[in-house]
Every structure is written in structure tokens, then in C-alpha cells.
């Protein structure tokens, strides 16, 4: 059995403009040591899930489905019992590392926080073990910091910061929310590189958030397509890169920067996002697909798998001769662009 | 952090001087002359320009300021009243208790009250006691607090008869010319006081604070400490109180700062002889040593409080005290 | 740097700092769409609502309402009357007294003071002067904060520094003793002026001196409406266009200000009316015999013991007024700040 197993997840605000379908019928596994990748584009309830998996979302909120922990429903779990799980066994890193730490606490502080707060570690213990962690995440002359407070650190510190009290105690899943935005070419690199000894040393879960494919192409097991709240696409990371089914991933690779003969040129998927408060009928992708058919617009595509691929989802009409010459042809414009 | 407290005393010093500048050009140019009316009944000219001469209001504005600058500087006096030449230094003495007692009972009171409904409120928006309570705080902000004063001595002070309607009573023990005294006294002819005193800004206080707290829990931070698994209330103590009380305590020190330079009407209603009351005689009076004396005192009150928040603020708050 | 935030002096605290109001559709021009939706969010408001008509209604009838009432009545608010008074206190409400020269009247609510002046018509009368002072010192303190503020928003650095340290130090000020002091002495002085007879005895005086302590908080406000509005691209489109400041001020900043100041105006009404009653509760507001709720509440106290009613009616009076500008305040702000960043 896998370590986590969301059925079905949806999540639902209800706020004065009425209600916002955050995350809309969400289903995925992770298994013990793997990755699984989610991408899509700005709102399409990328964090949301992940904060609703931890319980951790604000305002009024209607959560339905299930999200099961090493077997326990972590949804219906009474939040005292929550506590034990949250920053222990599974333990996350925020999209914004300004605004995540506590200003008027010091970052040793914080740090000892994750650490006590689930063992009986003095408080020299706790301070090691923090300190151990800047250094792992390679906060120059660490020692020195444990006293400095947030603002006294830059937007990428505060990011290993925060990396470093999600790793603290060697989490069995760790949910990266964009955990590598702030940061330099080498850092990112250090900080996967520190995810990957994580998953290796103790065979942690990990979802990451990114919308960088690249890294995803590298690290990911797995992906989850999002657009809209709804998955468009999911599976094994090479089925979803290598035989795309949904034309919504065909522009998220075709949106990838190309090394073309004068420079680099971006082919952004044309319009924006829908709103979730009344997301467009049929298929949620047809306004801005450039393949949209009459029945796009009103029928719903259901998730189905891809024939003879029993892991690989999609929801789109399209013919399947269709979806698989266009994936085709994105493959190989995708491997001129790199040869 | 030197140099910040070094700066803030330097301002508080020009505010200082401002202020003073500023009341002795008012009543300066105030069209009264206290000459004629320290001189008594239907004065001869020549009268009212020896009383003039003595009280120093013959002299132009600006010897008249910078005497009273070197008095209060060197000799630490505020000068003697025009109406009865008593020292303005000891009516304000003997007035301050009596507004330190209502105002510092009275902030209590309202901190007593505004800290829990506050809190609670913040925590369970659109519930009862949150309802009741914001409701409860419109009508303690539209009440008028001399009206307030007067229904409280009404239905306490006059058809219940547990609390006296006026006067004050000296904490440490009955001084002359007065028939109480001592901690019981003084404490049951303060209780309506306190409780009038406290009405508006205990309503004021439960909305701030409710705000505040309200806001503190969407923070990003307050995320974190729940998904390091923080109980609710290690998460209310640890992370939320304390970011959403800096500007809560920015505000009280500014709010007794100010009453303590004359909580004026309800000492009036109350007949409380505080600050305020003797404010307002001497604007009544239009005796200009007793207006700048309290006004000054009024002045360093809330400048000093200013100055003691400021450092306080930056003491509790890395982010100034680093900065 | 802890900061001070005071409106009047009568009323601590007050919503701590601003944010950006709401931008209708964010372009140069508030967009029409955002007024509708302000309206159709007001609408759904029921104590807003209801606040508003209470509003119109005491308008009404403090400007229509007082002459008519006192042509029903056959005597005026300042009017002694004989039989308004009984063993020394005032008589309850609804009392047919005599009236003096053989004649009868009715004293609907009782009469006011030792004098058997009717209450039920000083109130009346009372509240067209809390209006009046309370409106027109709003008027004059939003616009000198207005003014003050987008100047200081808008040129920062030097004028900035200037009007934001002026603030401060008007702060320093034990305010409410000084407006106190102005009105005994300077407000004493102008208490005849009436503007040609348009305003009665006081009204003029009690507006510049109330006016002048209503300006900080607003202008504190918009200055940080504008602070945030100045690196909008739409003002610096403008800049470009070659607008001068002034007319970028007055129609690509003011458009966007028109909801914080029609909000915190209603907001400052109710204030100011809490403040006409203290200052004439203290006996430096309207001059006597004219009736206003502060002078009401003040003769109360002599007798509030033996004729509570003399002081239940200003008191509701002046807390029902208050709370409907309050509410009707609040209603606004949700309207045209649906984002709550106020
Ligand atoms: N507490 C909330 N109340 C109401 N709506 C919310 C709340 N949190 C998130 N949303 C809405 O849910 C949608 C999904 O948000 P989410 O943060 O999951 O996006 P995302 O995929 O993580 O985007 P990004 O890549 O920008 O981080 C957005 O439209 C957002 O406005
Ligand atoms: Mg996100």
C-alpha cells in the first residue's frame, strides 16, 4: 500500500462572492521513497491540495474525500491527533518564504520549536540539531545565526531556513510547496540534492510543487497535471512526458523556454486561467485549446487511462490518433530543441 | 538601538518645545487681559497696570516664554496662578493622584475586559458571544460617556445606593477639609468612575484587538507553527498574541498617556478634582499659568509615553530594535 | 517606529493604518461596474439600510419637522413655561401644563430645566445644531485632511516629512483640553458671527473649532492611499502624458479616494457629534438659552436624580444618532471595501 492515498479530494470555500472550488475531485498515490511532481499554473490548487492533506486551510472550508496516511484518514482525523502528524511524520515547505517565519522569534528558535514540540530534547540537543540543519542547507557561518531573527536574513536564507524546519525531523513525506523559487542555480541544486538524501537515508515520500520541468523531468517518479482545480493529466513521469495526452501539457512543454537559432523564445499558452467560482462548462480547458471540439464545451471529459497504460490519466475527447501524433511531434520538437 | 533611542528623546524635545510655544501664543493672542481680571472689581487703569507689571503679562510674548522656560528648567517651577497666586506645581500635585487613580484603574478595567471578548471574538467570528459583543461595542462607541456617567450614578449611585454619586476620596487617608479617606473609600467612590471611564475604550480595545488577532491568524507564520504541530493554544500564545498585542500596546500607551493629562468629562461628572477640573477652571478663569501648567504637564505625559512606548516597542520587536 | 493614530480627541484608537482601498478596475478611471456592485453590496446591508433612513429621517425632521412642530404647539424651544415645572423639577413627558397669559399647552416629552423649556422641541432644535456642526466640521477637517494628505502622498520626500511630523506633533496636544480652551476664549469671540444670518448664534465657531481637530486621521489615511496609489502605472501614464501634478491629483488620485473619504466622513460625523455635546456639555459649546443635546445632558445633571427622563432623551438622542452614522459607516466601508482592507 502506498504511504499516501488521496480518493477523490475536493476542497471548497465559501467566501463573499460566493463559492470557490479550490481542488475538484483530486486522486493520487505516493509511494515510500518516491516523488510525485504536481504542475500547472498559477491557482490551479497546486497549494491548496497539499494544505488540505495537512489540514491546514483557513477560512470556511468544506473538505470531502479522502487523503489516507499509512492507512488512517488524515481528512477525518480529529486535529489533536493531526498534531502528531503534522511536522513529525509529514511536514511541508511553504511557497513564500517572507512571510512563513515567525518575525519577532529567532530562528533558532523556530527551529528548536519543530524539533521539541515532538521529542524530549533539551534544549542543547534541540539547538544542535538545528544548527546541524543550517548547515545542511548551507546557511554560511550557521553557528553565528541562531540568534539572528528572520529579517535579518534574505528572501533565498529564509527559504533553506524553512527547508531546514521541514527536514528537521526527518519527515516520511515532505511536501515542497515551490521550495526553490528564492534560490540560485547552485543552491536549488544543494537543496534537491538534500531531498534526494532525505528520500534515500529514511525513503521519505515527497511531493513537490514546482513549475519548473526540467527539475521535474529529473527528480519526479510521478506527475499531476493540474489545471482549473481538475486533473488533467497524471501518471508515470516518463509516460507523461514522453506520450502526453492532454493538450493542456502540450502547452505547458511547448511553454518551456526553446534554444532557437536567435535566442530564446516563449510560446506561453494564450489566455488566462479560468475563474473557480463558475469555472467555464465541458472541459474547463476549451476556451484556450486550440483543439477544442463542439462537445468540449459542453460534456465534461472524464479522467480515463490511455490504452494499454492502466497509470496514465487524462481527460480530453481528442481522438486518440490525434493525441498520439501531436504528442509525437512535441517529443521531437522537444528533443531537436536539446540535441 | 542607542542611536534610535537618542533620536526619539531629540524629537521628543522639539515636540516639547512646540507644544509649549504653541499654548503661549494662543493665550497670548487671546484677547483677555487676566490683569484685569486678577485685578478685582472695577479696577483704575493704573491698578491693572501694577497687577500687570506683577504678574509679568506687560512684557511681550516672547520674554514671557522664555521666563517661563527658565523657571520650569531652573527652577522647576510652572509659576503661580493669576486668580490666587497659589504654585501651579501644587495644584497639579494635588490633582494628579486623583486622575493617575482614575486613569490607571480605568485602563486596567478596560484591558480586564477588552483582552478576553477581544480574543474570543477574533476566534469565533459570527458567533453569539461575537455578536453580543460587537454589538455591545457600537453602543459603547456612540454613547456619550458624560451620559454613560449619568445613567451609572443613576441606577448604582442613586436607585441601588451601592456607590457614592461624587466627590473623591485620598488613597492614603483623609487630608484636610475632607470626611474620608484611605483604601476602602477610595476605592468604592472610584468603582463608577472606573466603570464610565472604561466603557468607550473598552469597546474601542475589543474591536482592535479582535482585529488584530484576526488578522495575526491569517499570517503565513501562524501556517507554519500549526504544520510543525503547535497546539491551538501554544499557536494562540507563542505565535499570534504576541505579533498582534505591538501595536495593541502602541495604542494603550497613547490612551493613558492622554487621559493622564485630564480624563475631563468624567471627572466632571463625577466631580473628581483631577487634572482635567483644574484645566477647565482655569480656562473658565482664563489663568494662563494654570492652562500652561496643566497643558504642559498634559504634554510631557504623552510625550514621555510616546518616547517609553517607542523604546518598549523596539524592545519587543527585533525588527526595529535590530534595525 | 510606533506610530499614534487618533481621530478626535474624544475618541480613542480608532482602525490602525491603511491599505490600499478598493480600485474599482484598477485602470485611470474608477470603473463604473465598481459603483454597482458598491450599491448592490449596500443593499443587501439591512442596518445600513435602516441607518441611512434614520439619518434622512432626523434631518428631516430637525430642519422641517422643529418649525412645524413648534407652529403645532403654539410656543418655541426657548420659551418659559409656567407649568413646565413642579415643586422645583422638571414635569414628565406628556404633561398639558399651563402655559402662562390663561393659555394651555402639551409638553410631549416634559420639559427640559428649572426654566419648564419644552424638551421634546429643544431636542428637535438640537439636533438640526448636532447636524449642522457635526456635518460642516467634517466637511472642513476631511477636506484640510485631504488636501494635507495627498500632498504629503503625493510629493513625498521633504513635504512628506513635513506634514507627517506636523501630525505628530498636533498628536503631542492634550487635544481635548485645547479645543476646550479655544472655544471658551477664540470660539467665545466668534460665537456671533452666523455667516449673514445663514447659521444661528455659535454654529460658525463651534464648526472651526471641531473642524480643526478632525483632519489628522483622514489625512493619514489618504496619504497612504496615495503612497500606494503614486506607483500605480496609471499616474505614471499620466506623468508622461504630460498632466500637470495637479491635475493628476485631481483626476487620477481624487477618483480613487472617493470611497475612503466618503467612508471615514459618515464615521467622523458620528464622532463629531460626541464631540459638539461635550464641548456644550462643558459650557463652551452653544451659547444659552439656544438648545443643544450637550447643553441638555448639562442642565440634566441638577436633577437627573429626581427626573431621570431630562437626561434619558438627550442621551438616546445623541446615542441613537451616533450609532446610525456609525453603522451607516460600516455599511460603506463593507460596500466599497469589500476586501476588508480598511
Ligand atoms: N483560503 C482561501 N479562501 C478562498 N480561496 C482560496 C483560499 N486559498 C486559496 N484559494 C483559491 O484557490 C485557488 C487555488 O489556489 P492555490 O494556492 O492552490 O494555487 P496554486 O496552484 O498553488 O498557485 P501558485 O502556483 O500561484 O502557487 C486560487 O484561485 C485561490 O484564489
Ligand atoms: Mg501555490
Known amino acids: 500500500m502506498a504511504l499516501l492515498e488521496v480518493r477523490d479530494l475536493t476542497t471548497h470555500f465559501s467566501t463573499d462572492d460566493g463559492v470557490v472550488r479550490a481542488v475538484d475531485g483530486v486522486s493520487f498515490e505516493v509511494e515510500k521513497g518516491k516523488t510525485l511532481a504536481i504542475v500547472g499554473e498559477s491557482g490551479s490548487g497546486k497549494s491548496v491540495t497539499c494544505l488540505t492533506i495537512m489540514g491546514l486551510n483557513t477560512g470556511k472550508v468544506q473538505t470531502s474525500g479522502e487523503a489516507l496516511f499509512d492507512g488512517t484518514d488524515l481528512i477525518l482525523l480529529p486535529k489533536r491527533e493531526l498534531r502528531e502528524y503534522r511536522g513529525k511524520r509529514i511536514s511541508m515547505i511553504f511557497q513564500d518564504p517572507m512571510t512563513s517565519l515567525n518575525p519577532v522569534h529567532s530562528i533558532g528558535r523556530q527551529l528548536r520549536e519543530a524539533v521539541t514540540l515532538h521529542e524530549g530534547a533539551t534544549k542543547a540537543q534541540a539547538n544542535s540539531r538545528a544548527l546541524e540543519m543550517l548547515r545542511a542547507v548551507r546557511i554560511p557561518r550557521a553557528e553565528t545565526r541562531l540568534d539572528d531573527y528572520p529579517h535579518q536574513f534574505s528572501g533565498g536564507m529564509r527559504q533553506r531556513v524553512m527547508i531546514a524546519m521541514a527536514l528537521i525531523n526527518n519527515p516520511d513525506l515532505l511536501i515542497a510547496d515551490e521550495p526553490t523559487t528564492a534560490l540560485d542555480v547552485t543552491t536549488q541544486a544543494q537543496i534537491l540534492r538534500l531531498m534526494n538524501e532525505l528520500q534515500r537515508d529514511f525513503g521519505s515520500a515527497i511531493i513537490l510543487i514546482t513549475h519548473d520541468l526540467g527539475v521535474v523531468a529529473e527528480t519526479a517518479d510521478d506527475v499531476l497535471v493540474m489545471y482549473a482545480a481538475k486533473p488533467a493529466e497524471q501518471g508515470a513521469c516518463d509516460d507523461v512526458f514522453y506520450r502526453p495526452h492532454h493538450p493542456y501539457t502540450w502547452g505547458l512543454m511547448r511553454s518551456l523556454p526553446h534554444l532557437t537559432a536567435v535566442g530564446a523564445e516563449l510560446n506561453p499558452i494564450p489566455g488566462t486561467p479560468p475563474s473557480l467560482l463558475n469555472p467555464p462548462s465541458g472541459c474547463r480547458f476549451h476556451v484556450r485549446c486550440p483543439y477544442a471540439m463542439e462537445i468540449c464545451r459542453t460534456v465534461e471529459p472524464p479522467l480515463e487511462p490511455a490504452p494499454g497504460d492502466s497509470h496514465h490519466l487524462a481527460a480530453c475527447h481528442l481522438e486518440e490518433a490525434v493525441k498520439q501524433r501531436e504528442a509525437e511531434q512535441i517529443v521531437s520538437e522537444m528533443m531537436a530543441d536539446t540535441a | ?323 | ?342
Open chain 2, 1 to 323: 538601538m542607542i542611536r534610535y533611542i537618542f533620536r526619539r528623546l531629540l524629537w521628543a524635545i522639539v515636540l516639547f518645545l512646540a507644544v509649549t510655544i504653541v499654548t503661549y501664543v494662543i493665550f497670548y493672542l487671546i484677547p483677555v487681559d487676566p490683569a484685569r481680571l486678577a485685578a478685582g472689581r472695577n479696577p483704575t487703569p493704573q491698578e491693572v497696570k501694577n497687577v500687570a507689571h506683577y504678574l509679568g503679562t506687560d512684557k511681550p510674548v516672547y520674554y514671557q516664554y522664555g521666563l517661563f522656560l527658565k523657571r520650569l528648567v531652573i527652577d522647576h517651577s510652572l509659576g503661580y496662578s493669576f486668580a490666587n497666586r497659589q504654585s501651579v506645581n501644587s495644584a497639579i500635585f494635588a490633582a494628579a493622584p486623583v486622575t493617575i487613580s482614575l486613569v490607571l484603574g480605568g485602563a486596567i478595567l478596560w484591558m480586564f475586559i477588552a483582552l478576553p471578548v477581544g480574543i474570543y471574538s477574533a476566534l469565533h467570528p459570527r458567533s453569539r458571544l461575537d455578536r453580543v459583543a460587537m454589538a455591545s461595542v457600537l453602543v459603547g462607541i456612540s454613547a456619550h460617556p458624560v451620559w454613560i456617567g449619568l445613567m451609572l450614578s443613576y441606577i448604582f449611585g442613586f436607585r441601588l445606593e451601592l456607590f457614592p454619586i461624587q466627590g473623591y476620596c485620598n488613597l492614603k487617608g483623609s487630608i484636610a477639609g475632607q470626611s474620608c479617606g484611605g483604601p476602602i473609600d477610595w476605592l468604592y467612590h472610584m468603582v463608577l468612575p472606573w466603570l464610565t471611564f472604561a466603557v468607550l475604550y473598552a469597546a474601542f480595545y475589543v474591536r482592535m484587538i479582535r482585529t488584530n488577532v484576526m488578522e495575526t491568524l491569517n499570517e503565513d507564520y501562524v501556517r507554519t507553527a500549526r504544520a510543525k504541530g503547535a497546539s491551538e493554544i501554544r499557536v494562540m500564545v507563542q505565535h499570534v498574541i504576541r505579533n498582534a498585542m505591538l501595536p495593541v500596546v502602541t495604542m494603550l500607551g497613547m490612551d493613558i498617556a492622554i487621559a493622564l493629562g485630564g480624563a475631563v468629562l468624567t471627572e466632571t461628572v463625577f466631580g473628581l478634582p483631577g487634572l482635567g477640573k483644574l484645566a477647565i477652571t482655569g480656562i473658565s478663569t482664563f489663568d494662563l499659568p494654570i492652562i500652561v501648567g496643566t497643558v504642559v504637564f498634559a504634554s510631557v505625559m504623552v510625550i514621555s509615553f510616546n518616547l517609553l512606548v517607542d523604546i518598549l516597542y523596539a524592545w519587543v520587536d527585533p525588527r526595529i530594535r535590530l534595525a
Open chain 3, 1 to 342: 517606529m510606533a506610530t499614534q493614530q487618533r481621530s478626535t480627541p474624544l475618541v480613542p484608537g480608532a482602525a490602525a493604518g491603511a491599505a490600499d482601498f478598493a480600485e474599482g478596475g484598477g485602470g485611470g478611471v474608477v470603473a463604473r461596474g465598481y459603483w454597482e456592485q458598491a450599491w448592490r453590496r449596500f443593499k443587501r446591508d439591512r442596518l445600513a439600510i435602516v441607518s441611512g433612513v434614520f439619518v434622512v429621517f432626523l434631518g428631516l425632521a430637525a430642519f422641517i419637522g422643529a418649525p412645524l412642530a413648534q407652529h403645532w404647539l403654539g410656543h418655541g424651544p426657548n420659551d418659559l413655561i409656567k407649568g413646565g415645572v413642579d415643586n422645583f423639577v422638571p414635569v414628565g413627558p406628556w404633561s398639558h401644563v399651563d402655559a402662562g397669559q390663561g393659555h394651555r399647552t402639551l409638553l410631549v416629552l416634559g420639559s427640559s430645566d428649572l426654566l419648564g423649556r419644552d424638551e421634546f422641541l429643544r431636542l428637535l432644535y438640537g439636533a438640526r445644531v448636532s447636524l449642522e456642526v457635526a456635518i460642516l466640521a467634517t466637511i472642513l477637517g476631511v477636506s484640510m485632511g485631504v488636501a494635507l494628505g495627498t500632498i504629503a502622498g503625493f510629493y513625498g520626500g521633504f513635504v512628506d516629512t513635513i506634514v507627517s511630523r506636523l501630525t505628530e506633533i498636533v498628536m503631542a496636544f492634550p487635544l481635548l483640553l485645547f479645543a476646550i480652551a479655544l472655544a471658551a476664549t477664540v470660539g467665545d469671540r466668534l460665537n456671533s458671527y452666523t455667516m449673514f444670518g445663514i447659521f444661528q448664534h455659535g454654529i460658525v465657531s463651534l464648526t472651526l473649532v471641531i473642524g480643526l481637530f478632525s483632519w489628522f486621521y483622514p489625512a493619514r489615511i489618504v496619504r497612504a492611499q496615495v503612497l500606494s496609489l503614486r506607483e500605480k502605472e496609471f499616474v505614471e501614464a499620466a506623468r508622461m502624458v504630460g498632466n500637470s501634478n495637479l491635475r493628476i491629483m485631481r483626476s487620477h488620485l481624487l477618483p480613487h479616494l472617493v470611497g475612503v473619504i466618503i467612508v471615514y466622513s459618515t464615521l467622523t460625523v458620528a464622532t463629531n457629534i460626541l464631540f459638539e455635546a461635550a464641548l456644550s456639555y462643558l459650557g463652551v459649546g452653544l451659547p444659552l438659552p439656544d438648545a443643544s443635546w450637550g447643553n441638555l445632558l448639562s442642565e440634566a445633571v441638577q436633577f437627573y436624580t429626581l427626573q431621570p427622563w431630562v437626561m434619558l432623551f438627550p442621551g438616546l438622542a445623541i446615542l441613537f444618532t451616533t450609532l446610525a452614522f456609525n453603522l451607516l459607516g460600516d455599511g460603506l466601508r463593507d460596500a466599497l471595501d469589500p476586501r476588508g482592507s480598511l
